[in-house]
């Protein structure tokens, strides 16, 4: 089955920082976007950040910018996403997912765009 596998959640204090990991099942992340989502209790799944298969280009939500950094390191086929500062609205699961057919070097932070999608993990910011 071809899928993500997220870890690296848990429970953190504001301004914490956390470091999710995102593994590749059953293929390589060569030539592939990533893409980081996370869905809250009773809202829609929004893109957090993503990185293009050449790794040269990223794109954050605004939401996140300048608090969470994304690389990939396809000698290892892992994606990390590391998150700083974290507040209490970050609270969500968070979904690591792959784009297997880029049309460009751009990648998106819209959810459809992506195939391959994990169970996710959970982050909780609370005091």
């Known amino acids: 089955q071809l899928r993500t596998v997220e870890s690296g959640g848990g429970l953190v204090q504001p301004g914490g920082s956390l470091k999710l990991s995102c593994a590749a099942s059953g293929f390589t992340l060569d030539y592939k976007h990533i893409g980081w989502f996370r869905q809250a209790p009773g809202k829609e799944r929004e893109g957090v950040s993503c990185i293009s298969f050449s790794g040269r280009n990223i794109a954050d939500a605004a939401a996140v910018k300048g608090r969470f950094t994304l690389s990939r390191d396809n000698a290892k086929n892992m994606v990390y996403l590391q998150m700083n500062s974290l507040k209490p609205e970050d609270t969500a699961v968070y979904y690591c997912?792959?784009?297997?057919?880029?049309?460009?070097?751009?990648?998106?932070?819209?959810?459809?765009?992506?195939?391959?999608w994990g169970q996710g993990t959970q982050v909780t910011v609370s005091s």
């Open positions: 997912a792959v784009d297997r057919n880029p049309r460009s070097d751009f990648c998106s932070l819209v959810p459809r765009r992506y195939d391959y």
